[in-house]
Antibody, heavy 122, light 110 residues
Framework: QVQLVQSGAEVKKPGASVKVSCLTSGNTFTNDYIHWVRQAPGQGLEWMGIINPSGGTTRYSQKFQGRVAMTRDTSTSTVYMELGSLRSEDTAVYYC???????????????WGQGTLVTVSS | QSALTQPASVSGSPGQSITISCTGTISDVGTYNLVSWYRQYPGKAPKLIIYEVYNRPSGISSRFSGSKTGNTASLSVSGLQAEDEAVYYCCSYAAGGSMVFGGGTKLTVL
């Protein structure tokens, strides 16, 4: 059974960085893509970017370019999302989500992490 | 990339059917059959209910169906049940390799 387990809630000050982890199990780590999606309080879902754990290649939403970095540790089947220069508008629940891979890209998310609340406040 | 357009809310009585629309552009919904739908209960992570426009994952009721015409995708729910009350999001692949969500639709079962 595929599981994505995320790290716990964080409180950060404006201007700081946060790094959220997503531990994957029950799958072949290098065969799937992992996306990051965030949801501000009372708001909708927002796609942030994707990492291919196999080669470490990434693609980020233009909105977060230069401020976000997605990395992976193949030895622990964990992916990370680091967001810098935090501001109050970055207060949100951050989700990792798996895109299954077949012969081609499928562009949907079949498993989600439980979410990590990041609060940015002075 | 602009968000896909969904109605803020829809409602229906138990047993009735409803449809939620999701309007994009030629750069996303209109060109790619890569539209998915998610259901989200309060305080929970989203759950996949439709992928590639009309496919249902195993375990998802056949009361849920998806379709697409031009730049607009739709999610239909038949035989409404109290448990269907949730927020529904559409999502599409967009040209250039990004993905875009709709703003979400609150489904109320009266």
């Amino acid at each position: 059974q595929v599981q994505l387990v995320q790290s716990g809630a964080e409180v950060k000050k404006p201007g700081a960085s946060v790094k959220v982890s997503c531990l994957t199990s029950g799958n072949t780590f290098t065969n799937d893509y992992i996306h990051w999606v965030r949801q501000a309080p009372g708001q909708g879902l927002e796609w942030m970017g994707i990492i291919n754990p196999s080669g470490g290649t990434t693609r980020y939403s233009q909105k977060f370019q230069g401020r976000v970095a997605m990395t992976r540790d193949t030895s622990t089947s964990t992916v990370y999302m680091e967001l810098g220069s935090l501001r109050s508008e970055d207060t949100a629940v951050y989700y990792c989500a798996r895109e299954p891979i077949t012969m081609e890209r499928l562009y949907y998310f079949d498993y989600w992490g439980q979410g990590t609340l990041v609060t940015v406040s002075s | 990339q602009s968000a896909l357009t969904q109605p803020a809310s829809v409602s229906g009585s138990p047993g009735q059917s409803i449809t939620i629309s999701c309007t994009g552009t030629i750069s996303d919904v209109g060109t790619y059959n890569l539209v998915s739908w998610y259901r989200q209960y309060p305080g929970k992570a989203p759950k996949l209910i439709i992928y590639e426009v009309y496919n249902r994952p195993s375990g998802i009721s056949s009361r849920f169906s998806g379709s697409k015409t031009g730049n607009t995708a739709s999610l239909s729910v038949s035989g409404l049940q109290a448990e269907d009350e949730a927020v529904y999001y559409c999502c599409s692949y967009a040209a250039g390799g990004s993905m875009v969500f709709g703003g979400g639709t609150k489904l109320t079962v009266l």
